[in-house]
Nanobody
Framework: QVQLVESGGGLVQAGGSLRLSCAAS????????MGWFRQAPGKEREFVAA????????SYLYSVRGRFTITRDNAGKTVYLQMNSLKPEDTAVYYC????????????????????WGQGTQVTVSS
């Protein structure tokens, strides 16, 4: 089992940047594909980004490509989401998630395939 704790959310003006962190504890971190999802009020949770176990492959929601970057530090058991050029429509609660037992180069975009979730961190982008 793994425990996930997000941090780094906050209030930022449009065009600004934030870096979210997700610290993992428990089972070997390299066993997991890691992902970021978000949920805005009144909307369903949506995939934002994912990174393979070794960090060599990534996947992004189309609307964040070129603005967001997902990375991971396997030694430090942390995954990051660097968010640049933020827009008001990026406002949401952002969740970190871990997907166990995937091949080394896999990335996962479906929320239903993730096994563990953090508590979420609020990101608010003002116009």
């Amino acid at each position: 089992q793994v425990q996930l704790v997000e941090s780094g959310g906050g209030l930022v003006q449009a065009g600004g940047s934030l870096r979210l962190s997700c610290a993992a504890s428990g089972r070997t971190f390299t066993s997991y594909v890691m992902g970021w999802f978000r949920q805005a009020p009144g909307k369903e949770r949506e995939f934002v980004a994912a990174i393979s176990r070794g960090g060599s492959r990534t996947s992004y929601l189309y609307s964040v490509r070129g603005r967001f970057t997902i990375t991971r530090d396997n030694a430090g058991k942390t995954v990051y989401l660097q968010m640049n050029s933020l827009k008001p429509e990026d406002t949401a609660v952002y969740y970190c998630a871990a997907d166990a037992d995937q091949p080394i180069y896999a990335v996962t975009e479906k929320a239903s395939e993730y096994d563990y979730w953090g508590q979420g961190t609020q990101v608010t982008v003002s116009s």
